[in-house]
């Protein structure tokens, strides 16, 4: 692990609470700023001078949370304006941290980068990111790994008897650039493919694939 | 002039009432309709139910060119995003947002946002009645 930080997290709701407790576990040091009296009574047992009760929406409580030395603000609440405001004051006044903002409705994403916001999450965004996802593998192709910041995946396909390379051999085709089989799955068996491997409509092929040619193997396939 | 006022609030109703009798066109906007209730019965200008943090409610107002956006809702965040949401997108030539949080509204000064902030309007009133005393 990297060295220390420190981190502000705005907002006690399960989103603040999970990342403060992560953040904490890692060795880090946290400090939840939440205004509501309650949220802060039932979670001061777990962490203790970490969670101050304030609205973190203004400078007063985030310069009382020690904002001046932090490096990460956190803005988590479930209102985009106040978590655009926290981010705000967090950058003016306390020119040091890194600003991130949850952002509850994905339209908003777009205006908080454009307003000084270093980086927003959007819940939406990802789930639907996942889903697309899954619906690009119902037409056949199903990424199993995505490997080094997303250029590189291990993709699955189950052939068809309508798949371009049934009966044909690994040596007689031109796989796009920036792709390979690595495996073939045939029942119970794998086989490691070479030039003479003949495919089968039954097979299921594993193949290593660059994003950028994902398109031409799937056309292929 | 046109004019757009977020918030029909005790002070927002009363600016669109003085606005609409000094012959401005007036479009009011909030979230609540029973908020218009404190707009007087001679009103002639728009009433509007809806979220200004949401743009297709203050799109089609802003769209034919209006003059002066105020941003009055009870909430300071509310009111900063919206202003600085409208100044990307619109050309509008003043957006202002009422801030009461008097630090908030230095900081958004600083920004480039132009806020009134009410807290320190009495205040400074109220200083100045005691120097008069």
Redesign the interface.
């Known amino acids: 692990m990297g060295e220390v930080m420190y981190v502000i997290i705005v907002g006690a709701g399960k989103v603040g609470y999970h990342l403060g407790s992560l953040l904490m576990a890692e060795g880090h040091e946290v400090m939840l700023i939440e205004k509501d009296r309650a949220k802060v009574d039932l979670l001061s047992m777990e962490f203790h001078d970490a969670i101050m009760e304030a609205d973190g929406s203004t400078v007063e409580a985030l310069k009382e949370a020690g904002a001046n030395r932090a490096d990460v603000v956190v803005a988590t609440t479930g209102n985009d304006e106040d978590n655009l405001v926290i981010c705000q004051i967090a950058k003016v006044m306390f020119l040091r941290p890194r600003t991130i903002a949850r952002v509850n409705n994905p339209r908003n994403e777009e205006l908080f980068a454009g307003l000084g916001v270093d980086a927003s999450v959007s819940a939406t965004k990802i789930i639907n990111a996942v889903i697309q996802e899954q619906v690009k593998a119902g037409d056949m192709m199903i990424p199993l790994l995505t490997l080094k910041a997303g250029d590189i995946e291990i993709v699955e396909v189950q052939l068809t008897r309508s798949s371009h390379i049934v009966k044909k051999k690994i040596k007689d085709l031109t796989l796009p650039t920036g792709s390979i089989f690595i495996a073939v799955i045939r029942g119970e068996e794998v086989i490691i493919p070479y030039g003479e491997t003949e495919f089968r409509p039954e097979d299921k092929v594993l193949a290593l694939v660059k994003r950028t040619s994902e398109e031409a193997l799937r056309k292929m396939l | 002039m046109k004019v757009m006022i977020i918030g029909c609030g005790r002070v927002g109703s009363v600016l669109a009432n003085r606005l609409d009798e000094a012959g401005h066109q007036v479009v009011v906007l909030d979230r609540n309709q029973q908020a218009f209730r404190r707009l007087s019965g001679k009103f002639s200008g728009r009433r509007i139910v809806g979220n200004g943090?949401v743009?297709e409610y203050v799109r089609p107002t802003l769209q034919e060119e209006a003059d002066i956006l105020f941003a009055m809702t009870d909430?300071?965040?509310?009111n900063?995003?919206i202003v600085?949401?409208v100044k990307?997108n619109f050309k509008l030539e003043r957006v202002v947002a009422v801030v009461h949080?008097s630090?908030?509204a230095g900081?958004y000064k600083?920004?480039g946002v132009e806020t009134v902030c009410p807290t320190d309007l009495v205040i400074k009133d109220l200083l100045q009645t005691i120097q008069e005393s």
């Open positions: 943090l743009e909430k300071d965040n509310v900063v995003m600085q949401r990307r949080d630090i908030l900081l600083e920004l």
